[in-house]
């Protein structure tokens, strides 16, 4: 194994933040549609150190001047793959591109799969809606406790959901229940994964737990982790990342609460690991704020992503590079709460790395993962490597 140029990369996915709308957009019905964008104009944010990086060097952002000498290398990726959902982006920046989109219900499964799903639960459902997962157990949850049927639900990504109180559908349970509706999921009906919702509480103080559990569509053979894997490098996850990839390749996972806790994992996961990949996704942008369109609420969580950065910073040795990144947009302050087919922000910083660099616009998300395939000595299908230009 030789020695790559960068011996630990980081990748940070900033979940749902994204950066103007794609070329494709309005085929989406997202036409306009700019998370960033949008978030720059409602008011000024306060965001030095992602600044300092190359964030306002991307594009033109309201209230935030671009650095004069940026301390990283900045851009922004196409979407290729089609769809606009969690695993469709994380898929194709580990280098693999959709040829169809997982399949999306605005208006609820079909009886065939409903009908399935209760005759082998045994338990009926409630729902069966596109809906907020914390609204739908405020509405559903005591009717769930009286009844024992669990409250099925999706939302803008390619989802079956399904909520529980932990004391009405214990866990093990709940678990196998998500896995029956996974084995009937399938063909034209397979959805990107299949989400164990539990929660707790009494009637009008339900919460949900941290119980969560995502069964996911296995990812294709020979993507990025897969690789690295077999090269003999570790990879280690923080918060959804080893559901979305079903653990493929990743030696050492650690499950995190919401974006601090995130945070927090990552500075651990840098303490306990000196060489590989560090796979970090930060949840709360979509689910707590995008989904919501809490514009405000995004925005705050964006600065408190950027206090942080000294201290990753700080903690980065001279062989490390981190990448920020997104999945795809989620813009708060359009009417749809759905997902934004967007292009991704790209940063790209480590100490030895090279300062300054405009890697323009980038035709793909794979460019990522090519990139880190490349710095480790092997090869994914997709993407085009911008390695040279930050060595």
């Given amino acids: 194994m030789t020695d790559p140029p960068f011996r630990r990369i980081l990748l940070i996915i900033l979940d749902s933040l994204g950066a103007g709308e794609a070329p494709d957009a309005a085929g989406y019905g997202d036409a306009g549609s700019d998370t960033l964008g949008h978030l720059a104009q409602l008011r000024p944010l306060r965001l030095p150190?992602?600044?300092?990086?190359?964030?306002?060097?991307?594009?033109?952002?309201?209230?935030?001047?671009?650095?004069?000498?940026?301390?990283?290398?900045?851009?922004?990726?196409?979407?290729?793959?089609?769809?606009?959902?969690?695993?469709?982006?994380?898929?194709?920046?580990?280098?693999?591109?959709?040829?169809r989109p997982f399949p999306l219900y605005p208006s609820g499964f079909p009886p065939e799969?409903?009908?399935?799903?209760?005759?082998?639960?045994?338990?009926?459902?409630?729902?069966?809606?596109?809906?907020?997962?914390?609204?739908?157990?405020?509405?559903?949850?005591?009717?769930?406790?009286?009844?024992?049927?669990?409250?099925?639900?999706?939302?803008?990504?390619?989802?079956?959901?399904?909520?529980?109180?932990?004391?009405?559908?214990?866990?093990?349970?709940?678990?196998?229940?998500?896995?029956?509706?996974r084995e009937i999921l399938r063909g034209p009906h397979e959805v990107g994964r299949v989400i164990a919702r539990p929660f707790v509480g009494?009637?009008?103080?339900?919460?949900?737990?941290?119980?969560?559990?995502?069964?996911?569509?296995?990812?294709p053979p020979g993507m990025l982790l897969d690789r690295l894997a077999e090269a003999g490098w570790a990879v280690h996850a923080v918060g959804k990342i080893n559901e979305i990839f079903l653990g493929r390749g990743i030696r050492s996972a650690s499950k995190t609460k919401n974006n601090a806790d995130g945070m927090a994992k990552t500075l651990e996961a840098m303490r306990q690991t000196s060489s590989g990949l560090i796979f970090v996704n930060l949840v709360d942008f979509d689910q707590l704020y995008g989904h919501r369109n809490d514009a405000e609420g995004y925005a705050r969580a964006l600065e408190q992503v950027d206090v942080w950065i000294p201290?990753?910073?700080?903690?980065?040795?001279?062989?490390?590079?981190?990448?920020?990144?997104?999945?795809?947009?989620?813009?708060?302050?359009?009417?749809?709460?759905?997902?934004?087919?967007?292009?991704?922000?790209?940063l790209a910083y480590g100490k030895s790395a090279a300062k300054n660099v405009n890697l323009e616009v980038r035709t793909s998300l794979s460019d990522i993962g090519q990139t880190i395939a490349e710095n480790f000595g092997i090869r994914v299908e997709k993407g085009v490597s911008f390695l040279s230009a930050i060595i």
């Fill in 49 to 99: 150190n992602l600044v300092s990086l190359g964030l306002a060097n991307i594009r033109p952002l309201e209230n935030l001047a671009p650095a004069p000498a940026p301390l990283g290398a900045f851009g922004r990726c196409a979407p290729a793959s089609p769809g606009k959902d969690t695993t469709t982006g994380h898929w194709e920046i580990a280098g693999v591109h959709l040829a």
């Fill in 113 to 181: 799969i409903m009908d399935e799903f209760a005759r082998r639960t045994g338990r009926g459902w409630l729902g069966n809606v596109p809906a907020s997962g914390t609204e739908i157990i405020r509405e559903l949850g005591e009717e769930h406790i009286r009844t024992g049927k669990p409250i099925v639900y999706t939302s803008a990504d390619s989802v079956f959901q399904i909520a529980a109180h932990e004391d009405v559908i214990p866990l093990a349970e709940l678990y196998r229940i998500c896995e029956t509706a």
């Fill in 311 to 346: 201290d990753l910073l700080q903690a980065m040795n001279e062989k490390d590079l981190v990448i920020f990144t997104a999945d795809h947009g989620c813009d708060p302050t359009t009417p749809s709460t759905d997902h934004s087919r967007e292009y991704v922000p790209l």
């Fill in 202 to 219: 009494q009637p009008g103080s339900f919460v949900r737990t941290a119980n969560r559990k995502d069964f996911a569509v296995p990812p």
